[in-house]
């Protein structure tokens, strides 16, 4: 960490400061530049980073060196994370398809779109019984009647199922009908939920949320992992910005860089990350093509009855169209489908 | 709401979207100009906004007219709202401040600055029992010990207490020691405890989630008040921005949006607004100037040793010094302190 | 255009709006829903556009229908404009890359990138020789001589040249010796700048703004458009976001909405839009699958000695490399590299 | 400077980043921590800010110590400067009101407008002759035409004028007529005319863009002041945010950052700020409040007929109002109007 000092510090503020850093153990060495003076500080940089070291008199700025997550880094575990769900490897060669409605509607329309999604080539079926909605007035979702829905279907077809959780009080429930556990975007920060996923035994899916930074996605990643949990998949699925023609930002880079910064997998949901079927597609190709691990799409047979988010939803056909393509593209940087 | 059709429509989609608005009892007219034709739809929008419009086929886009939210409207309601805290008045006449450490560290150092703070003009007293961190590794609050003090302090200072909850399974352990229950910025669309705080008797203090619009916080706010809790006080406290130098950047024109659009009282937190404690008299200043209803002010007496957000907090000194700016401020505007 | 009226307006003032409405030679219809009364206008939209309709008394928003660009919508042409410069064809069934160092430092070193950029497969030689420099004391680029150099080192590898005009008293100089005249992100704006190219006979390569949404992308080329030239590329490189791992955030699903909403090339800048060269493959790869008419990439023998831009610029071999991996791609899509 | 090296640096790799630092006159000093090498270097930053040292192998990231501008910095000059417009002193204890038309239209309404405004309390015109219209459709100004009508208009009112140039052939014009010349949002880095306003003798009205960081802004006021016009007015103007319901987001924090950072004075538009005349009363309080130097206001007697930004316009009435506030808000902090 470095500690940068206003150009008027006085000797006693800079002996203060040092002196504290002696208190917690570590070393500290002062180098006075022609117009600064900066305070290097050498050891545990955590034990640092607790301290209000910017409300110091005589402080400029803070400048740590060190990431802040350690777990959920490169850096701690070099070789990718590749996790099991009932034999199906996500963070693996091969590309890992998550699909299904945005919201379980009812039980007929959820088994014929998993039949239909499972023959085009997904792997697990995805599908929301709990629905964080803008709107109180807005369909919330059929709760536990959702989950054996979905449970049933998924256990017909052969498909392991995701999930959201959007409660500390209802990861009980959801872990009992759910493959993997999703946590999503607006839950990101919700740490209580974070942590309590961590205990479980379950995969967590975790979305990035749209107001949050990579570094702060490893960090709410760092919350379940340092809880016990290593099976985390993370989730790019768009960013909030200036740009108004798409609901959010889908940040292609993220993948690359994720995959640099750590070992966990990443897969990317075009469906959220533009909220339009018809941009699904060619983003599904770029995610691809940018490395990621997986995909999570929203297919429903009747887009335009959809409870939720039919704008976004791809139709059966188109859905199988798109992963015959990718399936070429993988194939161009050595994985597949 | 209006739906705008794309130029390719036929006649038949046509007749199919217009049956479809007839269905759900509402009324359409069809307008064809010269490089678009339109649906005009009369009646209760709700009905038409559940609907997943833009999945229709022919259809470019669909515009809504009306605010997707009602109770917490003007229009519901002209008269300002003026929430009573044992017999401190929010969104009165006079401006109200709420004050206190970011977190509760012990009991000792919270009397003191709670003393100082009340003797400096503040009203309420705010700390935190339980932190959201980004980190897993930061102090998380001291729970149910950090509320017990925060009301002996409150009690002994005579002032009420705010303080935030971040778990369903919490509210009935805070509504029992806090006098005013606080939504974190981050938990602003958690939808869950947004209801269940719809069902205390308690007040509650909606803060603004830093990528959340200000419909988005509106929204937010109707789902209290759809639950029977009228009370709520919302709080501008900053949005991520671009902008760097500051934590976040306050959006100090939301107050006089908010008081247009809603009759619920709006207070500001210049604290998290900025991140930095030299900027918390200017942004105050700016914030009452604006028609703000009160501000949340974070003062510690001892910023370096804090636990939490020391760089933001305000020493009692200084924030009694601009406790008296913000007296003449008022009187300017026809408002008192 | 649909002019929504206040709740509270008077049929005075609804009247005073339509009779402005007919002066102006267009039609209104007045519908009165149950909270809210709204003018339809049916006749030349632009028209009113130039009005003020929002300070009339009583109208509380004003929704346009149709988008303020003509002459670069798909709708004015649907079939792809398709740019020839000397036999390189842009925005056709080959993708293009143009290639070169961020600034031309001197001949000798822009010669040998030439010819290795050559040799991997790009088409066009790009290389500044006004740079637009956030700091004043900053390399401010070779002005005249640098566009010399470049002439003469496209004219020696046969590869026509890119090259950005800064200043309206600069394009005559530059239409001397580029092929293709550049218009940077931050001058994106430059009203002046634009007119001014549009009156020139050489394509134009338009970049996005860093804070500029698609469809004001699409205002300023047709601003190029309406002057008279129609042989605008339009180029994706990345905006300003709070994230800040990055440079900027590469909009990767401008591309496919770029292509929906207009006829003309889209290529993208994977340099600029990330900043980092180790994020340059695997976005580039990303923007040929999601659909993008060509590249413009940084390439540079000697980064670490580069003037400018150096941690974003690919070593040749390299960008050797990833030309071959784009092959495949554009293979899959039914396009050529 | 501090240089962070990769976990996996090699002492070759150290050794040619310390010669490389050596070469260029500088002192480096390497650290060893646990985790990570730094390399901390004291002397002239500038020197290093010119080399790509991001690009070179086993660099994880560079850290600049300083600020990149210098004489635009509190550092360089401790007091205020005061910028004399013919007596009128920007940057004072006096808090000065520059107001006018967005565009002139004609020279009656503008001496209209003029008297009116003169009579509130404005001390200096404003009113736009060139003007950056996102729509080549758009009214463009009066140009020449329009200068001089401003030009008569502030004779005979007795107020210096300030208007916008928009590109560098026109400053002579532009100079030739206006007292101050304004650099609009769009073109705060159109690095070209920052240059040759900065061999203007002319004060320079220099608007934040609305991409642009406060940083950013300094960095563009640090082109003109080396070019040696030190008469550099700064003006927050809003930048972009994803907020959509005003225009832009006023930075009401900028304006003390500002004055924290800089001695320059700066100014606040808070009709461009916000895009709504109902907002620009409140944000002109909170501006004063927060302690801006000055206020940059669109006043126009008939909004509905304006030929650019009419929503954005105060009538006269309300604007004399306004003013009345403004001077007790101002006299709170120790200023006057």
Redesign the interface.
Known sequence: M?I?LK?DVTDKQIQYITERVTDLGLKS?V?K????T?I?V?????KL??Q?L????GVEKV?P??K??KLASR?FRPENTVIDVHGIKIGGKKIVVIAGPCAVENYDLLLEIAEKVKLAGASLLRGGAFK?????????GLGEEGLKYLHEAGKKTGMPVVTEV????DIELVERYADVIQIGA??M?????L?EVGLSKKPVLLKR???S????LL?SA??IL??GNFNVILCERG????????RN?????????IK?LSHLPVIVDPSH??GK???VA??S???????ADGLLVEVHSK?????????Q?LKPDKFSKSIE?LR??AA??GREM
């Open positions: 470095i940068v150009p060495m180098s530049g022609i117009e600064r900066i290097g050498i050891g545990e940089e955590d980073r607790a209000p910017e409300a110091f008199p400048i060196i060190l802040p997550y850096e964080p909605r803008t709107s109180p007035y807005s369909f919330q959007m409660d500390t009080k607006r839950n920060q919700n740490f209580n939920l942590k949320g749209m107001m930074t990579i570094k702060e960090m760092e919350y340092s809880n960013i909030r910005t200036f740009e108004d023609y798409t930002t889908l940040d292609i880079s993220s993948i690359p860089i640099q990350g533009t079927w018809d941009l060619p983003l190709r770029a995610a691809v093509a940018a490395g887009p335009e009855e959809a409870l939720s988010d039919g704008a939803s393509e070429s593209i161009v940087i």
